[in-house]
Every structure is written in structure tokens, then in C-alpha cells.
């Protein structure tokens, strides 16, 4: 039997390790995907907190109907919400590791200039960014403004002047 067939398994007859290995393969492949699909794929909690809810929904519904066995789909998601407690716990302390598996915020706007490079980037058009301004400070224009941020979660975090400037 080669390693990969040991480690993954392969049918319906998986061992409990080889449903763990999965569920941290998966885990991690999910950092990377939502990494690769932007902040914008994912708002109001972070995208590191989604892909916890969408594994644990896609893996928890296969014990709810029965397709894969019941103990080893609770083993996996144990192993798996351990694993993500513990990346949270890592990134708590580690700015790095943070910023490499969060993300950081990425300016948008600053003193009267678009960063039309990260607009591009993130895929955010001048009527999403004054969209943000009016939610959030209830602004229609960008002159009482000193910097929008896309935020890690995906949100916009914008910042008035002050009465100095």
C-alpha cells in the first residue's frame, strides 16, 4: 500500500487517522483557497472563521445523512475545531503567522488619494468604496475623510479627519 493511499484511504472505508489527515489536509487547502479569492469572498467575520463554519457544515452533513460513519465525522471535526483553535491561539501570538493566514488591511484611500492599484486588487469599485463612507460614517463625499482600509474581515474600517487637519 503507497503513502498517499495509507495516509487519505480511498471508498467508504476510511480509518478514523485517515478521515483526521483529510479534514487537516482540506483545513489547510481552505486557508489558501480563500487567500487566492480575497477579502471580498467573505465579510463580516473573518475568512479564516468561514472556512471553519463551511468545513464544519460540509463535514458535519455527511454524518446527518449518513454517508460517511457517524464516529469518524466527530473525530475529524474534533480534530479539526482543536486545529483551528490552535491556529487562533498561534496567530494571537505571532504576527506573521497572522498576517499570513488572516491577511492585513490594505489601504484604499489616503489624504485625498485612491490607491487605484488595491481597489483593483481586491476587486472594489468607486461606488462599493462610497458605499462604505455612507454606512459607516454616514458621509457623501470623500472630503471629511483622511483613509479608507479594507479591513482583514473584509469590511471597510474609514477614518474622518480630525478639527487639526
Same mark, same amino acid.
Given at each position: 500500500?503507497?503513502?498517499?493511499?495509507? =495516509?487519505?484511504?480511498?471508498?467508504?472505508?476510511?480509518?478514523?487517522?485517515?478521515?483526521?489527515?483529510?479534514?487537516?489536509?482540506?483545513?489547510? =487547502?481552505?486557508?489558501?483557497?480563500?487567500?487566492?479569492? #480575497?477579502?471580498?469572498?467573505?465579510?463580516?467575520?473573518?475568512?479564516?472563521? &468561514?472556512?471553519?463554519?463551511?468545513?464544519? #457544515?460540509?463535514?458535519?452533513?455527511?454524518?446527518?445523512?449518513?454517508?460517511?460513519?457517524?464516529?469518524?465525522?466527530?473525530?475529524?471535526?474534533?480534530?479539526?475545531?482543536?486545529?483551528?483553535?490552535?491556529?487562533?491561539?498561534?496567530?494571537?501570538?505571532?504576527?506573521?503567522?497572522?498576517?499570513?493566514?488572516? #491577511?492585513?488591511?490594505?489601504?484604499?484611500? @489616503?489624504?485625498?488619494?485612491? &490607491?487605484?492599484?488595491?481597489?483593483?486588487?481586491?476587486?472594489?469599485?468607486?461606488?462599493?468604496?462610497?458605499? #462604505?463612507?455612507?454606512? @459607516? /460614517?454616514?458621509?457623501?463625499? /470623500?472630503?471629511?475623510?483622511?483613509?479608507?482600509? /479594507?479591513?482583514?474581515?473584509?469590511?471597510?474600517?474609514?477614518?474622518?479627519?480630525?478639527?487639526?487637519?
Amino acid at each position: 500500500m503507497n503513502l498517499i493511499e495509507k =495516509l487519505f484511504g480511498q471508498g467508504e472505508n476510511l480509518t478514523v487517522y485517515q478521515m483526521c489527515f483529510r479534514a487537516l489536509v482540506i483545513y489547510l =487547502l481552505a486557508i489558501l483557497y480563500v487567500r487566492l479569492a #480575497g477579502k471580498r469572498a467573505f465579510g463580516k467575520i473573518s475568512s479564516f472563521d &468561514n472556512i471553519i463554519v463551511i468545513t464544519l #457544515g460540509a463535514m458535519l452533513s455527511r454524518a446527518i445523512v449518513g454517508i460517511s460513519p457517524f464516529v469518524h465525522i466527530l473525530a475529524s471535526t474534533l480534530v479539526l475545531v482543536s486545529f483551528h483553535r490552535f491556529v487562533a491561539w498561534i496567530t494571537q501570538r505571532d504576527h506573521a503567522v497572522g498576517k499570513l493566514v488572516k #491577511g492585513e488591511p490594505v489601504s484604499l484611500y @489616503k489624504d485625498g488619494n485612491l &490607491n487605484e492599484t488595491n481597489l483593483r486588487k481586491n476587486a472594489i469599485s468607486h461606488q462599493d468604496l462610497m458605499e #462604505g463612507v455612507r454606512i @459607516k /460614517l454616514n458621509e457623501n463625499s /470623500l472630503e471629511n475623510i483622511k483613509e479608507i482600509f /479594507l479591513e482583514r474581515n473584509g469590511e471597510f474600517g474609514v477614518v474622518r479627519k480630525t478639527e487639526r487637519q
